[in-house]
């Protein structure tokens, strides 16, 4: 059972370890991959975004459901998302059309909790960290677009997140990190299956 300071130290790098491939795989998904190589225009930047906001919603409501308090509560990410979508003139959550949405296994446990949001909060500060370099590529009319990305101005989330971890300690490493790459392997299965139902099908010959 990982407590107090060890559970930064252990349980951050059996985490990042154990994820790391999933990691890369989502990174080089073509949902994602255009936020930081290749061409990005306004469409493929909204398709990432609707891509992050699949699995952001449904995840915060499944937090808020194993957790319900005001100060453990992730920050609303989705709703920035939501923001950006809009701003982009992107209707589909709005009308509710925003194609396959996670529906994975909740948190049963404030490990496998831990776990999952090890997930969405390590996901921030990948996104901040890629603030920068994606505002230089974004086209101009979407440059001022980036709340979601903005979200996390320094390490604060991150560091709230481990002092909670520490507040739900005892964790058990082993469910933890099960529950983390669960999680990863069920996103990057949602992310496949957006990106096959995005694209034509192939046209049938008629001879
Ligand atoms: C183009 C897409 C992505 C890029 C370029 C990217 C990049 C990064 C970078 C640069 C970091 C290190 C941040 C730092 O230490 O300051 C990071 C961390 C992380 N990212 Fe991503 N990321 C992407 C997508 C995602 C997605 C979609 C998820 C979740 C589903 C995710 C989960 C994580 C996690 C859990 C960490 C923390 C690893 C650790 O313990 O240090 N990332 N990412």
Redesign the pocket.
């Known amino acids: 059972m990982a407590t107090g300071a060890s559970l930064y130290e252990d349980l951050?790098p059996k985490?990042?370890e154990a994820?790391k491939a999933a990691?890369h795989r989502?990174?080089h998904h073509p949902l994602?991959?255009p936020?930081?190589r290749g061409e990005l225009t306004a469409r493929l930047y909204g398709d990432a975004l609707l891509a992050?906001y699949s699995?952001h919603a449904p995840s915060e409501r499944a937090f808020a459901a194993f957790l319900n308090d005001p100060d453990t509560l992730p920050p609303p990410r989705s709703a920035w998302l939501a923001a950006d979508l809009d701003r982009l003139g992107r209707t589909e959550i709005a009308q509710s059309d925003s194609g396959p949405v996670w529906c994975g296994q909740p948190p049963a446990s404030p490990s496998e909790y831990i776990g999952m949001r090890?997930?969405?909060e390590?996901?921030s500060?990948?996104a901040?960290?890629?603030l920068a370099p994606l505002i230089e590529r974004l086209p101009p009319e979407c440059k001022p677009i980036t709340r979601f990305f903005d979200g996390q101005q320094d390490e604060r989330d991150w560091l709230s997140f481990w002092a909670l971890a520490e507040r739900l300690a005892p964790l058990d490493p082993d469910e933890t990190v099960r529950a983390a790459v669960r999680f990863?392997g069920e996103?990057e299965h949602l992310a496949e299956r957006r990106w096959q139902e995005s694209r034509p099908a192939p046209s049938s010959s008629t001879n």
């Open positions: 951050r985490l990042r994820t990691h989502i990174d994602m991959a936020l930081v992050l699995f090890y997930v969405i390590g996901g500060l990948g901040r960290a890629i990863f996103i």
